[in-house]
């Protein structure tokens, strides 16, 4: 299983490299940086799982990078970092959409305990996903397989599975084939044609028997990219 990415973001050095390099102890894989237009930038961009962001920082402070990030990428996770005594900076922050918060000074133990609770909570965890669900049978994520409701079955590649994990982990959220990428093939976007996506969506929507000319379970967002587009069963 790919590590879980964390994105920090935090002016001071010392504090920076501590929560760096506790995170890394941790097996987390950790980008950085360290002020408000870096932060933002990266932060919006996506290709993580958690966002550790100091409220004060140079530039773009860090409320507004939260609010950026709601807006941009609703379902991220948040914790925010502050020295701040005032109560009414925290709240704020969860009012924006924050997670949790911690106050400066915090011990490592804290700090690592609160990332855990959070990225266990997050919705933005498809790894969980056992069976999918969707007209026609049901994708078996344990046995890698796709069962349907006649009795026929279809199996799948381990790149298929995690896409297909990863979009319905996110259903009714569309994603671009950059985030894609990131958050599943873990590269940058960069580095290889967003083509490749098309065709993986392409093979999938085929063993999933969703009509190419109008998909009903992995549909086209012009513009945006892709979405899983089946209701969740309640």
């Not at 083509?195 to 093979?203: E, G, L, W």
């Amino acid at each position: 299983m790919s590590k879980r990415r964390i994105l920090v973001v935090e002016d001071d050095d010392a504090i920076r490299t501590g929560i760096v390099d506790s995170l890394t102890f941790g097996d987390y894989e950790v980008l950085e940086a360290s002020n408000g237009t870096d932060g933002v930038r990266m932060a919006v961009r996506g290709g993580y799982d958690l966002l550790l962001l100091d409220l004060v920082l140079p530039g773009p402070g860090g409320l507004q990078i939260l609010a950026e990030v709601r807006t941009s990428r609703p379902t991220i996770p948040v914790i925010i970092l502050t020295a701040r005594g005032d109560e009414s900076d925290r709240v704020k922050g969860l009012k924006l959409g924050a997670d949790d918060y911690v106050v400066k000074p915090f011990s490592v133990k804290e700090l690592m305990a609160r990332v855990e609770a959070v990225l266990r909570r997050s919705p933005e965890r498809p790894t969980d996903v056992e069976k999918i669900p969707f007209p026609g049978g049901t994708a078996d994520m344990s046995r890698g397989e796709i069962r349907f409701k006649d009795g026929s079955r279809c199996e799948l590649s381990e790149r298929e599975m995690e896409l297909l994990r990863y979009l319905a982990g996110n259903r009714g959220r569309a994603i671009s084939r950059e985030e894609i990428l990131r958050r599943v093939w873990r590269i940058d976007p960069d580095k290889i044609e967003t083509r490749t996506i098309d065709m993986h969506v392409a093979r999938l929507r085929e063993k999933l028997r969703d009509d190419p000319a109008e998909p009903g379970i992995i549909t086209t967002v012009r513009g945006k990219g892709y979405m899983y587009a089946v209701p969740k069963v309640k």
